[in-house]
């Protein structure tokens, strides 16, 4: 399979971004300014307010999503992920905790990685609103790698779209 640290050639990710803890906003914007040092980002969703996902006593998140090209490899740019959610004061904490940052790897090209550190597709994608909205909106047309089916058909059944608000 090679060194999975870095990629051969530019390949397409999608990475989903969230936020409930501190200044949201500028929480997101320098994620997104760190992650354009080795992510060619092609396009940005618009950003949404949506409702805690798992554990819900906590504060509202703003998610969005992006779209780019790396030389990294997945597990090269799991650590850079990482490292951006560590500077922005993200601890270990319990699953679905409140965070200053989450990154999330959704898709990695055509790849699929199922190994106990990650796994791509990631594996929320077709059951989470706050996932499927952004992309969505980016990328309607794009087909889950596991599924087969368009995003914009998952989109079409996804439960809890009431909790996914644009934020202008």
Do not use: W
């Not at 999975?4 to 971004?17: P, Q």
């Not at 597990?75 to 004061?89: M, P, R």
């Not at 993200?90 to 940052?101: K, L, T």
């Not at 796994?119 to 790698?145: K, N, T, Y």
Request: charged share 25%; aromatic share 8%.
């Amino acid at each position: 399979m090679g060194d999975l640290r870095k990629a051969d050639a530019m390949l397409v990710v999608y990475l989903g971004l969230g936020s409930n803890l501190g200044d949201r906003m500028a929480n997101l914007g320098y994620a997104i300014k760190r992650l354009s040092e080795k992510v060619a980002i092609k396009e940005i969703s618009s950003i949404y307010e949506t409702e805690p996902f798992g554990y819900k006593d906590q504060p509202l998140f703003l998610n969005a999503l992006l779209f780019g090209e790396t030389e990294l490899g997945p597990f090269g740019l799991l650590d850079f992920v990482k490292d951006i959610e560590a500077d922005l004061g993200r601890e270990p904490s319990f699953r679905n905790a409140p965070r200053p940052v989450d990154i999330d790897i959704l898709l990695y090209g055509d790849m699929i990685i199922q190994t106990s550190k990650l796994v791509i597709p990631h594996p929320g994608i077709a059951d989470r609103a706050f996932i499927l909205v952004p992309l969505g909106e980016i990328a309607p047309e794009i087909i889950h790698p596991v599924t087969g089916r368009k995003i914009c058909g998952l989109l079409a059944c996804v439960d809890g779209l009431e909790g996914v608000k644009a934020v202008n």
